[in-house]
Structures are given as C-alpha cells and as structure tokens.
C-alpha cells in the first residue's frame, strides 16, 4: 500500500524560498501521477501542481512563475520547490497520487486522488 510523507514546511519570511518533498513508501511512486494541494484557514482544497509518470507537469498558471515540481525515482520523492514566496502562500500542504492505471493525463482534482499525506504546514511571515 502506498504511504506518502511531507516533509520541508516551516516558517518563511516573504520572498524566501521552501523546497516540500513528498516522500513515498509502499511501492514505486513512478508508477502513480502526483499532486500537490494546499489548504489555507478558511478556504477550500487548491491543486497546485501534478506531475504524472511521463515527467510531463502542470502548474497552477498564477503559480508558473514561482513553483516547480519534480520526481526523483531513486529516492522516491516527488518536491515542489517554492520560490519567491507570498504571505498568501501560507497554507497546509499535501500531496497525494493516484495510480496511472486509474487516472491518465494530469490532473488537479482533488477526488481523482485517493492517497495522500499527512500534510506539512508552510507559514510565511515577517
């Protein structure tokens, strides 16, 4: 069973940068397409960047300039690399994978994910 972690959150000053890994267990993570979400204080789930087993990304297009995210299949860990960071970038941060054999194509839907972390905080503040 795949089990993913967080980890690489904290606290930021604005315009500071994070890099978020998403590390997996339980079975190949090239085998699934990615997604990272966040959730801010009193505001719905936002896909933000997926990134499925061909390699091939899609980023939020308010976030093209500032966010990236990549695979690294020998240790199994997918990241999003955080530049430039915002006060409004300040969220819980999850990232979850569905099987490529279930979903094809990418994809920054919530309910077409069914694992998922535990989430890592990222606060920017001064």
């Known amino acids: 069973q795949l089990q993913l972690v967080e980890s690489g959150g904290g606290l930021v000053q604005p315009g500071g940068s994070l890099r978020l890994s998403c590390v997996a267990s339980?079975?190949?993570?090239?085998?699934?397409?990615v997604a990272w979400f966040r959730q801010a204080p009193g505001k719905a789930r936002e896909g933000i960047a997926c990134i499925e087993t061909t390699g091939d990304t899609s980023i939020l297009t308010n976030l093209l300039d500032r966010f990236t995210i990549s695979r690294d299949k020998v240790k199994n860990t997918v990241y999003l690399q955080m530049n430039s960071l915002k006060l409004e970038d300040t969220a819980v941060y999850y990232c979850?994978?569905?099987?490529?054999?279930?979903?094809?194509?990418?994809?920054?839907?919530?309910?077409?994910?069914?694992?998922w972390g535990q989430g890592a905080q990222v606060t920017v503040s001064s």
């Open positions: 339980g079975a190949p993570l090239d085998d699934y397409t």
């Open positions: 979850a994978a569905v099987s490529a054999t279930v979903l094809s194509g990418l994809s920054l839907i919530a309910q077409q994910y069914d694992h």
